[in-house]
C-alpha cells in the first residue's frame, strides 16, 4: 500500500534536475521494486551515450530491482549501457577493484533474469566483442557458441587483441580447427597458459606431450589433473624425466585429495 501511494510521487518528481536528488529518488524506486511501465522509461532515459559510469552502474542496479515490463527501447538502451561500461571507464582513466568483473556479472545476470531478449540484444550489437564482455558471455543463459563465434572473429582481425583466460576458455568450447590454432598461438603468454592448457587437454595431440609436462609444474591443482590425465592418454608415462615431474606434481596435488589420488594412480602404473 506504501508502495502503490509513493511510486506516482516518486516518478512525479524525477528527474528533478539535481544528480544527488535524482539518485536518492531512484534508489526509493528500487527499494519499493516499482512495477510502473512508465519507472523504467524514466530511469533508462538516464542512461546515455554521455553519462558517467558510475552514474550508469547505479541506474542499471535501479532497474535490475524494478519490476515493471521490459519494452524493446528499454532493451536496447539496458544493452548499450552494458556494453559501453568498460570503454566509458577507459576513456576516463578510472580505477576498477578486484571486485568489478564479479558485480557486474551479477548485475548482469539479474537485469537477463527479468528481461529474457537482452543477451540477445547484447550479443547482436556490433559494440560487442571486447575482452571485458565475456564476463557477460559466461553468464547462464547466454548463447555461448554465437559469443565465441564474435570473440574468435575480433581476436583473429587485431593482432593487439587483449585477450585474457576466459576468453581462451570459450573459444576453447567452440571445438573448431581454426579457434584451436588461434589459442595454441597464445601459449607464449604465462598469465594464459593454464587456460589454453585446459584447451589442449580437452584434445590432447602427441606434438603438445612437452606442453602437458610443463603443466605438472603448474601452483594450480586442476592445471597439474588436467596434464597428468593428457599424459595418460597419450602414452603411459615410463621416462625417467617424465616420472620426476610426476612424483614433483604429487607434492603440489596434496592440496586436493582427488586430484593426489589421480597423479599417485599414474605414478603406481
Known amino acids: 500500500a506504501i508502495a502503490e501511494l509513493a511510486s506516482p510521487v516518486l516518478r512525479q518528481a524525477f528527474p528533478s534536475g539535481d544528480a544527488d536528488l535524482d539518485r536518492e529518488l531512484s534508489r526509493t524506486l528500487a527499494l519499493i521494486e516499482d512495477n510502473a511501465p512508465e519507472s523504467m522509461a524514466i530511469i533508462s532515459d538516464k542512461l546515455t551515450e554521455r553519462s558517467h559510469p558510475v ?8 532497474l535490475s530491482r524494478l519490476r515493471g515490463p521490459r519494452t524493446a ?3 536496447a538502451t539496458v544493452a548499450r ?39 540477445g540484444a547484447l550479443v547482436a550489437s556490433p559494440e560487442f566483442g571486447r575482452p571485458d564482455h565475456v ?14 563465434e564474435v570473440f574468435f572473429n575480433r581476436a583473429a582481425g587485431d593482432e593487439d587483441y587483449a585477450w585474457n583466460p576466459e ?3 570459450l573459444l576453447g568450447a567452440l571445438g573448431k580447427q581454426p579457434s584451436d590454432a588461434l589459442v595454441r598461438r597464445r601459449w607464449d603468454d604465462v598469465a594464459l597458459r593454464d587456460a589454453v592448457l ?39 608415462v615410463t621416462e625417467g624425466a617424465e616420472v620426476l615431474a610426476v612424483v614433483l606434481a604429487l607434492g603440489r596435488a596434496r592440496a586436493e585429495t582427488a586430484q593426489e589420488e589421480q597423479v599417485r594412480a599414474t605414478l603406481e602404473r
Request: cysteine-free.
Open 167 to 169: 576468453i581462451v576458455r
Open 73 to 75: 527501447n528499454v532493451t
Open 55 to 62: 552514474a550508469d552502474v547505479h541506474y542499471l542496479i535501479v
Open 198 to 236: 585446459a584447451v589442449f587437454a580437452e584434445r590432447p595431440e602427441p606434438g603438445d606431450r612437452p606442453r602437458f609436462l610443463d603443466g605438472l609444474a603448474s601452483p594450480q591443482v586442476t592445471t597439474i589433473a588436467r596434464s597428468v590425465a593428457a599424459l595418460e592418454v597419450l602414452a603411459p
Open 135 to 148: 564476463l557477460f558471455a559466461e553468464n547462464e543463459g547466454f548463447d555461448h557458441f554465437k559469443a565465441a
Open 81 to 119: 549501457a552494458l556494453l559501453a561500461l568498460d570503454r566509458k571507464v577507459r576513456d576516463l582513466d578510472l580505477n576498477r577493484d578486484r571486485n568489478w568483473p564479479l558485480r557486474i556479472s551479477e548485475l548482469h545476470r539479474e537485469l537477463a533474469r527479468k528481461d529474457p531478449n537482452l543477451n
